[in-house]
């Protein structure tokens, strides 16, 4: 009886014996194999493995890669410290490389090639991280209800012309940590307050998960802007168009009178322990040429951060905008503060 | 004078007696220390008081948060109790159409994780979902708004129900009709029937399903960020993504931690009193037959629950999964599968076999120390994940620094570290969580074997291991069947723990779903959740064919 009971998992621990152990699994062998690169990221596989093939269809260079949120990312690297398999970290927002580099698990690269293709404010001032993509923030808003002359900057959604007609993600979202971290920087954290505020009581709703929910709450009617990263606007359109509908809203860039509008990024940079130095130099020189630029702008409708680079026709057909070029550094600087700043304010 | 041959022998006798117990108190020792290493280091965060982020934390929002996580507490544990209970009994006592299928199929929405009905509801019932575009096409006014905490409840409840029916579940099977029959037999109508006979018999396994579903709904991430509900574990996530304080993080997952144990303590005060124990093989010979429109009414109840918590989220998540079939599914889904199955069934084994070795050694040698190092064991599965997770990673970390690198260059080896980013970890981080999972089932089947019947076996020259052998498993058998199922099918739906400590390669279904929802792409996850639930459902199915 008991071994009868006991056949399924027994042939299961057999099987996975026989077939589990034999796979690749990369954490038995700790010598520096040349060709070898690991890589945490932070950025979904499915926007950036394609790179990564590319990358080792061209150089025969084998990349193995862990995907997680980035907060835990830089966890296990502190903890694994000088042992850790890992050669280059990638993540999004500017935030979350400054505070990575912060903790001394990012080093210093020297590089001729990413001076030349990332701009000063989109790279750290130490050299420890660099911009491969960027996204900006924008207002997304209805046509049909918001009439033009209305939109003007992220501040003046707080005016009470718009009373119960915003609808806003959550503030537990490094995006809009990021972007009132610049905000605080550019207008002051009192001013600020106020806005943020002002924000909190304009919303029509409560605030969303995610930028697509808050999308689909203007187009449903329930408020009439919101303010999105570019590429969901993006995906929501590639979205509707598939289905063969037109999206019913409109990108809007605030800011262009002042300061312009608050770009974020995905970034990446080289271990202070990496095993594989310098293939992990070349392989983010070679993410920060045009070829994988224009990868990487197409797989997720972001824009390139080398100026040789363009973005896709779609990503172009939302038109030009000056953009902020406060130094990204601020958004990790801030990022505390800015967190404290919602809360005060009741933004949830 | 020197001691008499007998003397001697008798006292050597006595030595390997002392000896053998100890052996025994080693193995919950053990355990309740493997789990207390990531917990100390949660707990070690106090040592820097983060007196800014507290200050924060008070001025801004603990109230709400608290109040935020009673009200979900008190909501899931009514709505668990109430579901599990009633169903189990009228599965399993009562008699109503189509009652056998009813008695599995009611176990199916466990293998949906809660996070994973979560954006299903949301889906559906979302500004732009198809209900409510439905409604507008009517009323063009029509917008509601379901993001609010009696849903988040709801999801819970019909997620975290199972726990208490199977635990209630193989109470009653065990129990046996006979106890029904003779209460009847003594007068008692159908009700005080259940709740005099039947209930105060159940109590342990009640409770224990209930204190996993409580934790569970504690732990819960996935959920709540959804719908953007705060609780005690959002505001744990906000400190440590949002402030990058770990500290102030693993100071509020302690604090979580002390409610558990104040739970814990409770729900062993509630086993005490439990009267149930069994020396017979029950028999289930006589069922409740229902009467009139009493058949039909247990049969909706019980069917309409299967059809909301499972039929209905399964069949959006078809539809999503076919819309997006071509888009999302690849070879590598085969791998994905294995790994997930392969990860659930061995830790599967291991936990429950510990847990049942653990909980031998204390009833046949146990004191204090050992129930308390059991308690200790139990309490992994209270934290978040990722928090756990961040607690393994530290310990890790530290050993493979300090002493198994070291060890592995001097054997020869390289620098790769040995237990983070290895199956091993991977393995021992999910034996950590889930010890309690397999807990719960097992002590209170364990519980229900009356004390003579060990007795007459060692009094008739029976060795602990054949005990062990046949007696024991034999009679703990629907238990360590619902130990297995629930370990296997948690461990598979398991998210940050897997994220965070899984070897390079290892992808598993929750990973899959993770890349999906956390870019807001809900139904490209239809399809990785969709594989997850089938593969649930075969354990479920198993064990409900050989716990018969």
Known sequence: MFFKKCSLPVLLAVVFVLSGCSDDSGSGTG?????????????????????????????????????????????????????????ILVTVDGGNLWHAAEEGVLSPVESEV??????????????????????????????????????????????????????????????????????????????????????????????????????????AGQCDATVVNTYYFGRLEEAMAAKGEQLPLKIFFPNQDGRGIHVNISGAGVTTYAKHRTEAIKFIEWLSEVEAQQMLTDINQEFPVNPLSKSSAEVQAWGTFKEDDVPIEVTGERQAEAVMLMDKAGYR | MPPSAAVLERQRACRRNGLRRWCWRLIPLLAGFLVLLPVAVIIS???????????????????????????????????VTVLGVSL??????????????????????????????????????????????????????????????????????GVLYPYVYMLARSAFVTQGSDVVEASRVLGLNVWQTFFRVSLPMARPAIVAGLSLSLMETLADFGAVSVFNFNTFTTAIYKSWFGLFNLQAAAQLAS?????????????????????????????????????GARRYLAAAYCWSVVLFCFALPVLQLLLWAVQQYALEFDRRYWQLLQHTVLLGACSAVIVVTITLLMLFAQRGYGNRLTQGAITVAGMGYALPGSVLAVGVVLCFGYLDRQWLVPLQQWLGGGTAPVLMGGLVGLLLAYLVRFLAVALGPVQSSIERVRPSIPEAARSLGCSQWRLLFRIYLPMLRPGILTALLLVLVDVMKEMPATLLLRPFGWDTLAVRIFEMTAEGEWQRAAIPALTLVLVGLLPVVVVIRRAR
């Open chain 2, 45 to 79: 965060s106090w040592s820097d008081s983060q007196f800014v982020v507290w200050r924060h934390l008070y001025d801004t929002q603990l109230l709400e948060l608290l109040a935020n996580t009673l009200i979900l507490l008190v909501g899931v544990g009514v709505g």
């Open chain 1, 31 to 87: 010598e520096a194999a040349t060709g070898q690169l690991v890589v945490y990221t932070s950025r979904k596989e499915h926007l950036i493995k394609p790179l990564f093939d590319r990358y080792q269809a061209e150089t025969g260079v084998n990349i193995q890669f862990v995907t997680d949120a980035a907060a835990p990312l830089l966890s296990r690297l502190q903890a694994e410290g000088e042992n850790t398999p890992a050669d």
């Open chain 2, 255 to 291: 604090l979580l931690l002390l409610f558990v144990v104040m739970a814990l303590l409770a729900e062993r005060g509630a086993r005490n009193n439990g009267r149930d124990e069994q020396g017979r093989r029950p028999q289930h010979h006589f069922r409740i037959k229902l009467q």
């Open chain 2, 88 to 157: 189990a009994w009228l599965a399993t006592i009562c008699d109503f159409p189509g009652r056998r299928y009813c008695e599995w199929a009611l176990m199916l929405p466990l293998a949906i994780p809660t996070y994973v009905l979560a954006f299903v509801v949301l889906g559906q019932w979302d500004y732009m979902g198809p209900l409510q575009l439905l409604l507008r096409h009517w009323w063009p006014d029509f917008r509601v708004d379901v993001r609010n905490p009696l849903t988040v409840i709801a999801i819970m409840t």
């Open chain 1, 114 to 219: 990413l001076v030349r293709n990332v701009p000063a404010h989109l790279r750290d001032a130490g050299n420890r991280w660099f911009a491969i993509s960027k996204r900006a923030r924008v207002i997304v808003y209805s046509p049909e209800r918001v009439k033009p002359g209305e939109l003007s900057s992220y501040e003046a959604l707080a005016d009470e012309r718009w009373q119960g007609r915003l609808c806003l993600r959550t503030s537990k979202k490094v995006y809009n940590q990021s972007l009132v971290a610049t905000m605080i920087e550019a207008d002051g954290a009192e001013n600020t307050q106020k806005v943020v505020q002002g924000w909190v009581d304009n919303l029509a709703t409560a605030p969303f998960a995610n930028d697509i929910q808050a999308m689909q709450a203007v187009m």
